[in-house]
């Protein structure tokens, strides 16, 4: 299974930026999908998460209002749109698949396939 990134890139304060998370080869059927971001020397943190079969969605504090990840389950493809973007939310973006789970797992340990990262940097 191989997760694949896309959408990111530098945007002004205030701007908006929507990624991408599609499968290669496999589905997310019933699967709980999340994005983490990281910066480096810090730890990888939990952005947002939505389960599949109850359409739960889970925020961190940071983000929340801003962001909305949704899925497509059709297409296999998730999306973090973030909007109003601020200089702290610059990091790399992980999209991630976990297990069958009623809520949202927060923890990257509870997620077992990740994507490879995109860049997004928030200046002027």
């Known amino acids: 299974v191989q997760l694949v990134e896309s959408g990111g890139g530098l945007v002004q304060p205030g701007g908006s930026l929507r990624l991408s998370c599609a499968t290669s080869g496999h589905t997310f059927s019933g699967r709980t999908v999340a994005w983490f971001r990281q910066v480096q020397g810090k730890e990888r943190e939990f952005v947002a998460g939505v389960t599949f079969s109850s359409w739960r969605t889970e925020y961190a504090d940071s983000v929340k209002g801003r962001f909305t990840i949704f899925r497509d389950n059709a297409v296999n493809t998730f999306y973090l749109q973030m909007n109003t973007l601020k200089p702290e939310d610059t990091a790399v973006y992980y999209c991630?698949?976990?297990?069958?789970?009623?809520?949202?797992?927060?923890?990257?340990?509870?997620?077992?396939?990740w994507g490879q990262g995109t860049q997004v940097t928030v200046s002027s």
């Open positions: 991630a698949a976990g297990p069958r789970s009623p809520v949202v797992q927060v923890r990257p340990l509870a997620y077992d396939t």
